[in-house]
């Protein structure tokens, strides 16, 4: 990965942990929305597979670049990813439960709070972001 190309997936990374504070922790934001929700048996036994799939429901394509963060609520680990141009990523992660969130700029945030995630199974989340609404002075 060329130096350029880390600074644009480690900066809105960074944005997105400093500037989580004092968000509403209660559902998704107004408009954005889980569009749908799949479990079923994974190969490994001690691991979960989470797949994410994030659309722009304005214009009904896929979302490329898009910070996804999950937080383990029992330890408060935080882990990062950002979406490929395709709007998916794919994670391995440890069985427990994790808040989830995904952020872009000048979409609605999107947050999942308590997601259980069980060891053997693989999940898929159909995510949907809609445009923010800018409040005219």
Known sequence: ???????????????AC???QGLPRNGPATG???????????ASDS?????????DLNRNEPMGNVVV????????????????????IERRLRPGTYDLELRFT???SYFQEKLLL????????????EDQVREKS
Do not use: H
């Not at 990965?1 to 944005?15: A, N, Q, R």
């Not at 954005?32 to 994974?42: C, G, H, Q, Y």
């Not at 979960?48 to 799939?53: E, I, R």
């Not at 963060?69 to 998916?88: A, H, I, P, Y």
């Open 32 to 42: 954005s929305r889980l569009l749908s929700f799949e479990k079923t048996p994974a």
């Open 69 to 88: 963060l999950f937080t383990k609520t029992s330890e408060r680990t935080m882990l990062g990813s950002v979406t490929k141009m395709d709007g998916q």
């Open 18 to 20: 400093n500037t989580s």
């Open 118 to 129: 069980r060891p053997g199974w693989q999940y898929r989340l159909n995510i949907g972001l």
């Open 106 to 108: 000048g979409k609605q």
């Open 47 to 55: 691991t979960c597979t989470l797949l994410v799939l994030v659309r």
């Open 1 to 15: 990965m060329k130096p350029i190309s880390l600074l644009f997936f480690l900066i809105p990374l960074w944005v």
